[in-house]
């Protein structure tokens, strides 16, 4: 069993940074691929980012390629999402998620553990 927790969301302006944090516990991650997704009220939860265990592999969605950036340390069984020039359409609540397999999905049925989420809402 695993444990996801993210942190680091919250209230910025447009053009603003944040970086989420997705700790793990339970049960290393290594060799797993990792995601992010996120939900905004009433729509569906979408793929944001996800990666290989090694880093070597990694998918953005259309949306957020060149303002996001997915991380992973490994040896604290961590998981990052850099955000950067964040828009009003980024808010959000965003979670992370362990895949099922050693490659990166952007299926939401592609991931078998989830975290709880972290809100982040941007300003305009």
């Known amino acids: 069993q695993v444990q996801l927790v993210e942190s680091g969301g919250g209230l910025v302006q447009a053009g603003g940074s944040l970086r989420l944090s997705c700790a793990a516990s339970g049960r290393t991650l290594s060799r797993y691929a990792m995601g992010w997704f996120r939900q905004a009220p009433g729509k569906e939860r979408e793929f944001v980012a996800a990666l290989t265990w090694t880093s070597s592999i990694t998918y953005y969605a259309d949306s957020v390629k060149g303002r996001f950036t997915a991380s992973r340390d490994n040896a604290e069984n961590t998981v990052y999402l850099r955000m950067s020039n964040l828009k009003p359409e980024d808010t959000a609540v965003y979670y992370c998620?362990?895949?099922?397999?050693?490659?990166?999905?952007?299926?939401?049925?592609?991931?078998?553990?989830w975290g709880q989420g972290t809100q982040v809402t941007v300003s305009s």
């Open positions: 998620a362990v895949s099922s397999s050693l490659l990166p999905k952007t299926e939401v049925t592609g991931y078998r553990y």
